[in-house]
């Protein structure tokens, strides 16, 4: 792991811990800085909040959007298509079973000024490295999931479709749960992308 990446990782255990969930002192300490309000509106948050959830604050680096993966005519993606694209995480999301029976989370990101790599070679040593984390609202990591998918140009931003957040549980034990997924990607040129976004399975 990089050392800018366990900071990032050290800022997201600093927000559980100003929310007043438990979490990692240790962590908190080491990732520095303060539970500054004005701070955490400037984090890219991309979906609606309750108030119960941590705070938005992952700082450090330039804003990378989460939001769901999506088929043409906005079906949610099932990990069997071919074709997928972004959309933005405006409303609740609902988990869907994929081809082999894992229960998941269907979510793409999105960003601008970074090395694409190639998005038709996915293990390729120039595609950026993308790490997303799953908490539930007591700061407990529940799914982890790395790519190194190359990102495709749409228009003037650059986009990853088709990552499956999976979680062990039945998606009617997760409906009704709300959870967050914070997101970092690191491209071959050290250029550093964090967001934080809300999941409200329903």
Known sequence: MRASKAWMLGALALSFACGGDPGDGDAARDAGGSCDDAAAEDA???APRDASLPPRDVAGCEPLEIGRCVLEGG???T???TEATFAPLDGPITPVVGPQGATMFPLAVRTRGVSPGDPTRPFASENPE???LLFDVHGDQIATLRSRA???EVGDELETSSLYLIVDERPAALIGEDFVVVAHLVDVDERERCGEAVLLAR
Do not use: T
Request: hydrophobic share 45%; charged share 20%; aromatic share 0%.
């Open 150 to 152: 190359g990102m495709r």
């Open 130 to 132: 993308l790490e997303l």
């Open 75 to 77: 079906a949610l993606c």
């Open 44 to 46: 890219h948050v991309v």
């Open 79 to 81: 990990g069997s298509e």
